[in-house]
């Protein structure tokens, strides 16, 4: 198969880029906004256009800063995504017409040596379309018209990106040979989706950068930088592990209805939510506040794995008194979840990442983990004898047996009587047992109880 075509889409602020990004890649991923500037992280996605598919970019608003300013490194964080892509897709709005930063980016964009094909954005009205004919002058040939709000003119850039795009031929239907030849938990999972999330500021996007080993992510001091939730893909140590760096989590109450602040807590929230590992950063110089506790609550609420991640431990003055703080309050706090790894790290320094990625697989594993029913049973038997179920009404609760009915997270079917009944205390003792027996530490453990006799085994 040909290597994928990559396509960069650039242009001023607010001319439509993410829009048209989300109509490539057939789904919501940008923000999309009326505020100048909405995207900052360049944004990746799988594209397609009728027959072509192809590796699309969404970058920042391009301005005419150079300098160590926000604008100045968002624009070069457009030029380098423009550097790393085969063609670029330069997108001005119609219904402006091109101003005399759309002719300063068109100069800067075209030295770079990269082919350039020109959108005259926001076309569908008469006006918007008159407007093209100004597009000529930033020579970077005939403009296509397009309202990538309605896709309209996907025609057009497909014509314009079929010279630079392989057209892929359809591969060989085997997908249900395959699947019924494998048997689903024997199944490939896929890359470790790792979802790092976070107060605003705790260092999220400089871990990442540190993890890839380049500047990928916007980074600075201003608090609040990442709005969407940005994908990448990265290996490590032969993992497939597919990063994304999310928005800074607020307190609710801080954030207003209808801002884009909500709209970039609800992305992340999302991303939480289709996760297979949530890594939590926290600031080491403020830990475990409160907001940092109703992060770590959604996680397993969602059955989701967690691993926190104590950054700027080098600014820390006593960091064994620290540390030992912090596991006993992760002890107290996240009893639902006992043995949640803390792992020491600095971000700006690169220690720690290795044993933090280390403690991420092992709890990746875990909640992937399956037991064999047999060894299930013959713990359950034991832990019941030691420590039988309370009586209900003057008759003992029946626990008969318990399989597991999946993972991710782990989740066990209990078959018995009365177990409407069956104390959570109860619930708890034997989940800290399959902690402890099957080493299940800091994965969250969910039980249904299913009412029914086991029909392999006869009452005595």
Known sequence: MP??????????????????????IG????????????????LEGEGRLFDLQFRVIDTAGM?????????????RSSETALDEADVGVFVIDAKVGVTALDESLADALRERGKPLILVANKAESDGGR???????RLRLGEPIPMAAAHAQGLDDLADALRPFVAVEEPAEDTAGEAADAVDDADAPRGPLRLAVIGRPNAGKSSLVNRLLGSERLLTGPEPGLTRDAVSIGWTFK????????????????????????????????????????????LDATQPFERQDQTIADLVLREGRCLVIALNKWDLVDAPKELL?????????ELAQAKG???VPISALTGRGLDKLMQAIVQQYERWNRRVPTAALNRWFQTAVDANPPPLVKGRRIKLRYVTQAKGRPP???????????LPESYLRYLTGGLRDAFDFQGVPIRWHRRQGKNPYVADS
């Open 340 to 342: 949640v790894p803390a």
């Open 238 to 281: 032969g993992q497939a592990v597919e990063l994304v760096d999310t928005a800074g989590l607020r307190r609710r109450s801080r954030i207003a209805a209808g801002s884009l602040e909500k709209v970039s807590t609800s992305a992340t929230v999302e991303t939480v939510k289709r996760c297979g590992v949530a890594l939590l950063v």
């Open 324 to 332: 030992k703080e912090i596991h006993h309050r992760l002890g107290l």
């Open 3 to 24: 290597l994928r075509t990559t396509v960069a889409i650039l242009g001023r602020p607010n001319v439509g880029k993410s829009t048209l990004f989300n109509r490539l």
């Open 411 to 421: 989740t066990f079917a209990l078959f018995g009587n009365q177990l409407a009944e």
């Open 27 to 42: 789904r919501r991923l940008a923000i999309v906004d009326d505020t100048p500037g909405v995207t900052r992280d360049r």
């Open 130 to 136: 008159l407007a093209q004919s100004e597009a000529w």
């Open 63 to 75: 301005e005419e800063a150079t300098d160590e300013s926000l604008p100045g490194r968002l624009r």
